[in-house]
């Protein structure tokens, strides 16, 4: 086990990586104790912005919320190192996003520059820094918006893909990685709430527990979702099944998630461990840079490491960070 998580750990480092995917990456790094890779990941996102709040932009014309992921990080590296200038990274990203970001006119955040679009994976890049931030109350409007424009009753789960300017979903697919994303959104902004936002917990509290219950009804004997959930014509994978078992871990850590699911999420990461390859490779991943085909990706390498590491906490009953400036 120690072996492919290192080997895992080396496999991300190597990786070529898009905004989002450094965010997860630095992240992933800080989780697992090793402060150090998670800080040269966050300064070399802070040297990537755009003086604006933006951070690790990769490609201009499509780097928006996705930026975003590297403000966990950043608040992060602000706990470890108490410089300033960490704070002030998160700040300044929490001010765009609260105040600059495209967005329609209910208040919902689009995904990329010069788009109408709105991505339910964007929710993760968004929510859990405007917690870290401070934003509460922002962030928790987030949360509402992308809730009732994604959420589908019948499954419990969400949609993928919005456009303002048709009317419609461009892509109305049940996509497992964005199960994943939200699910992880969720349960990071109940660890990391004060205690003063009990009934904003309990509200997300309920929306994570609706939708890690509704993910296991199409859960594979192997442990791995298709890459549409309710399409068992499309791929199998693991990225979605990492992300559950993650919000999974973090949920029970922030005491909302019931202690008995973590058996259920043992049996899935272990069984997917026979997709980890003796280099370190994450394989049968929702494959980048297209994800529309199982391959390896560095955000499916990020939460094979957050997993084990929230794991490892939630059993040696590490606490948590507390929110502080």
Same mark, same amino acid.
């Given at each position: 086990?120690?072996?492919?998580?290192?080997?895992?750990?080396?496999?991300?480092?190597?990786?070529?990586?898009?905004?989002?995917?450094?965010?997860?990456?630095?992240?992933?790094?800080?989780?697992?104790?090793?402060?150090?890779?998670?800080? /040269?990941?966050?300064?070399?996102?802070?040297?990537?912005?755009?003086?604006?709040?933006?951070?690790?932009?990769?490609?201009?014309?499509?780097?928006?919320? +996705?930026?975003?992921?590297?403000?966990?990080?950043?608040?992060?590296?602000?706990?470890?190192?108490?410089?300033?200038?960490?704070?002030?990274?998160?700040?300044?990203?929490?001010?765009?996003?609260?105040?600059?970001?495209?967005?329609?006119?209910?208040?919902?955040?689009?995904?990329?520059?010069?788009?109408?679009?709105?991505?339910?994976?964007?929710?993760? =890049?968004?929510?859990?820094?405007?917690?870290?931030?401070?934003? &509460?109350?922002?962030?928790?409007?987030?949360?509402?918006?992308? =809730?009732?424009? =994604?959420?589908?009753?019948? &499954?419990?789960?969400?949609?993928?893909?919005?456009?303002?300017?048709?009317?419609?979903?461009?892509?109305?697919?049940?996509?497992?990685?964005?199960?994943?994303?939200?699910?992880?959104?969720?349960?990071?902004?109940?660890?990391? /709430?004060?205690?003063?936002?009990?009934?904003?917990?309990?509200?997300?509290?309920?929306?994570?527990?609706?939708?890690?219950?509704?993910?296991?009804?199409?859960?594979?004997?192997?442990?791995?979702? =298709?890459?549409?959930?309710? +399409?068992?014509?499309?791929?199998?994978?693991? &990225?979605?099944?990492?992300?559950?078992?993650?919000?999974?871990?973090?949920?029970?850590?922030?005491?909302?998630?019931?202690?008995?699911?973590?058996? +259920?999420?043992?049996?899935? /990461?272990?069984?997917?461990? $026979?997709?980890?390859?003796?280099?370190?490779?994450?394989? #049968?991943?929702?494959? #980048?840079?297209?994800?529309? $085909?199982?391959?390896?990706?560095?955000?499916?390498?990020?939460?094979?490491?957050?997993?084990?590491?929230?794991?490892?906490?939630?059993?040696?009953?590490?606490?948590?960070?507390?929110?502080?400036?």
């Amino acid at each position: 086990m120690e072996r492919n998580l290192k080997n895992a750990a080396r496999v991300l480092l190597a990786m070529q990586r898009m905004s989002w995917e450094q965010g997860v990456a630095a992240q992933a790094f800080f989780e697992s104790g090793e402060a150090s890779t998670g800080l /040269l990941l966050v300064k070399e996102a802070i040297r990537r912005g755009d003086g604006n709040g933006l951070l690790g932009i990769t490609n201009p014309a499509m780097d928006a919320v +996705d930026c975003g992921a590297n403000g966990l990080p950043a608040y992060y590296a602000y706990l470890h190192t108490k410089d300033r200038r960490y704070w002030e990274a998160l700040d300044r990203l929490a001010d765009w996003l609260e105040f600059s970001a495209p967005r329609a006119v209910s208040g919902q955040l689009y995904h990329n520059p010069g788009s109408s679009r709105a991505m339910i994976d964007g929710i993760y =890049h968004i929510v859990p820094p405007l917690v870290a931030a401070g934003r &509460t109350a922002f962030a928790m409007n987030q949360v509402s918006l992308f =809730h009732q424009r =994604h959420y589908d009753a019948r &499954t419990g789960l969400y949609r993928q893909f919005w456009d303002d300017a048709a009317n419609s979903f461009c892509r109305r697919g049940l996509w497992g990685g964005g199960q994943g994303w939200m699910a992880g959104a969720l349960a990071l902004a109940c660890l990391y /709430l004060p205690p003063e936002c009990r009934k904003d917990r309990e509200s997300l509290a309920e929306l994570l527990n609706r939708l890690l219950a509704a993910m296991k009804n199409y859960l594979r004997a192997d442990g791995r979702f =298709h890459d549409v959930l309710d +399409d068992p014509s499309t791929f199998p994978e693991v &990225t979605a099944s990492l992300m559950m078992c993650y919000a999974v871990y973090i949920g029970i850590r922030a005491a909302v998630v019931p202690l008995d699911e973590k058996t +259920d999420a043992d049996r899935v /990461l272990a069984l997917l461990e $026979r997709y980890v390859d003796e280099e370190g490779f994450v394989n #049968s991943a929702c494959a #980048s840079p297209g994800f529309d $085909r199982p391959g390896n990706s560095a955000e499916a390498q990020a939460f094979y490491l957050l997993c084990h590491s929230a794991k490892r906490a939630l059993e040696n009953n590490k606490p948590y960070h507390e929110v502080k400036k």
